[in-house]
């Protein structure tokens, strides 16, 4: 690759190809995809300018659905693609790079061989196996990419284990977690009240920061929800993954007091919880230095911000029955008050499968 070219795609964000790289404005005006990209030919184009082209193209959309992707995913499915086909040289063995178009078995098995000896967990050859055939639906090949067996992997190594087989609480490492934010509370006024709210309604750590203590706080009338779904008179809205709202209700002390406290922290009646000095990004590394000051990471107290959040949604579904959840070792409730129960710590976290649940609870087992 020349060393312009070169320049020009490290030079960029990922996910996104440069505009004087491609042209688009100019040279793609009213083409279609497969117009396009047969102006790049295999074997005269360099296969990653033709991948590149490809992420331009297609890296915006929903594999199934007709719908784009957070910028996350698009990042993420960026980064794997462009490191898929750099580790097939450098790690699995072929000089000469294929043409993403010319992708074929003997490449997918010999980069599957690689990630069985790098001993990849099973949730990430799930999602290199989920990216690679999102290109090649791209490429108008949706069969290319066979089920995981058919690579040699033993059912350990792509199975995904939804129940989780570990408490990651807080409290299950011993730890006083009110005290803890309180001194946090005292060192940052942001972050103290983010770990409030994740405290008291399970808030992913990024929808923590952008709450707005204001603006997120509706009346029961304005959420859409059935008359008899009614819990409270106010309730907040959450925006989380892939822009789906879900409404909290206030109806526990804790709640209110926690959405309080960040009332008396925010500056303005539409701030959310970074401190308005900062951008996102910075707000959330912000966030993640004042935790790992505090010991808040595997390495040092065993827990992260993310705990706190399963800590909640187990209290949550030992509220509803009565019980500890199996990750506890609490007895079953029965089937039916478990499944409903289930729903409601899955709705809590933002999530449509009550099987959702069960990475924070553990699978359910049968009531004697």
């Not at 083409?31 to 082209?53: D, F, H, N, W």
């Not at 193209?57 to 996350?72: P, R, W």
């Not at 106010?234 to 709202?245: E, L, M, P, T």
């Not at 590394?285 to 790992?292: E, G, K, P, Q």
């Amino acid at each position: 690759m020349p060393d312009l070219m070169r320049r020009q795609l490290q030079a960029h964000s990922p996910g996104r190809l440069p505009a004087q790289q491609i042209g688009r404005a100019q040279e793609w005006a009213g083409r279609t995809p497969s117009e396009i990209l047969a102006r790049y030919r295999p074997g005269k184009a360099p296969p990653r300018m033709v991948l590149e082209v490809l992420l331009a193209l297609f890296n915006a959309q929903h594999t199934a659905l007709e719908k784009t992707v957070s910028h996350k995913t698009r990042h993420d499915r960026a980064q794997f693609l462009r490191r898929f086909f750099r580790d097939l040289h450098d790690k699995a063995g072929f000089k000469q790079l294929p043409d993403p178009r010319n992708l074929g078995q003997k490449h997918l098995r010999a980069m599957v061989k690689v990630w069985q000896q790098d001993r990849l967990a099973p949730a990430t050859i799930q999602t290199y196996l989920s990216f690679l055939r999102g290109l090649a639906l791209w490429l108008g090949k949706p069969g290319l990419v066979r089920e995981p067996a058919f690579y040699g992997l033993h059912i350990d190594e792509y199975q995904r284990h939804e129940g989780a087989r570990r408490d990651r609480s807080w409290s299950a490492h011993h730890v006083d977690i009110d005290a803890l934010i309180d001194e946090i509370c005292a060192f940052d006024r942001y972050v103290g009240a983010s770990l409030r709210l994740i405290r008291a309604m399970g808030l992913r750590r990024k929808e923590s920061v952008l709450f707005r203590p204001f603006a997120n706080v509706i009346a029961f009338e304005g959420t859409g929800l059935a008359p008899e779904e009614r819990l409270a008179d106010r309730y907040v809205c959450i925006k989380g993954k892939g822009g789906r709202k879900r409404y909290i209700p206030l109806d526990s002390a804790a709640r209110v007091d926690a959405v309080e406290f960040a009332q008396r922290v925010v500056g303005h009646r539409d701030a959310h919880m970074g401190d308005p000095a900062n951008d996102l990004k910075k707000n959330l590394r912000r966030f993640d230095y004042v935790l790992a000051k505090f010991g808040i990471t595997c390495a040092r107290l065993g827990i992260t911000a993310h705990g706190l959040r399963h800590e909640t949604l187990i209290d949550h579904f030992e509220a509803l029955t009565g019980t500890p959840p199996p990750v506890r070792g609490g007895s079953p409730p029965t089937p039916a008050l478990d499944r409903s129960a289930r729903l409601a710590v899955s709705r809590l976290a933002g999530h449509a499968r009550i099987r959702a649940a069960n990475p924070y609870l553990g699978t359910p087992t049968v009531s004697g």
